[in-house]
């Protein structure tokens, strides 16, 4: 099990974002240039907004938000569009043991809005993890 906020968690988040906009927009001519996924949303994340955009997931999971959409917005007030970062977190629970949730997430940044969809689970410490469920 992942340590919540430790750098796996964050990569792990990051790469789960990248990955599922890379395989719903995934084109012909992108197929042969992986640089195309450096223009999106979540690659504009930096550490700090990773790490606080995992912890408001969590805080979604923890107040039973099932079906409820959660705004996180860390942009400071007087911030241009062009770098304003914003989410919306919706988790739908499920009825798995230990307790699961898919949690839908829209990242919207350089002005796209990037959806993906994140599993996660409580572990034995009732700690939210990201999982591959």
């Not at 450096?38 to 994340?45: H, I, N, Q």
């Not at 307790?99 to 410490?125: H, R």
């Amino acid at each position: 099990m992942i340590k919540p906020n430790s750098p796996k968690l964050l990569r792990a988040l990051f790469l789960s974002i990248t990955l599922a906009a890379a395989c719903s927009q995934v084109t012909a001519v992108a197929q042969s240039n992986l640089r195309f996924l450096a223009d999106t949303p979540g690659a504009s994340l930096n550490k700090a907004q990773l790490r606080a955009l995992s912890e408001a997931i969590k805080k979604s999971l923890d107040a039973g938000m099932n079906g409820q959409t959660d705004e996180w917005n860390p942009t400071p007030a007087g911030t241009t569009p062009a770098r304003a970062v914003s989410a919306k977190i919706t988790p739908h629970f499920t009825d798995n043991k230990p307790p699961c949730a898919i949690v839908d997430l829209e990242i919207t940044a350089k002005g796209m809005t990037q959806p993906s969809k994140l599993a996660y689970c409580q572990n034995e410490k009732k700690e939210w993890a990201l999982t591959n469920r």
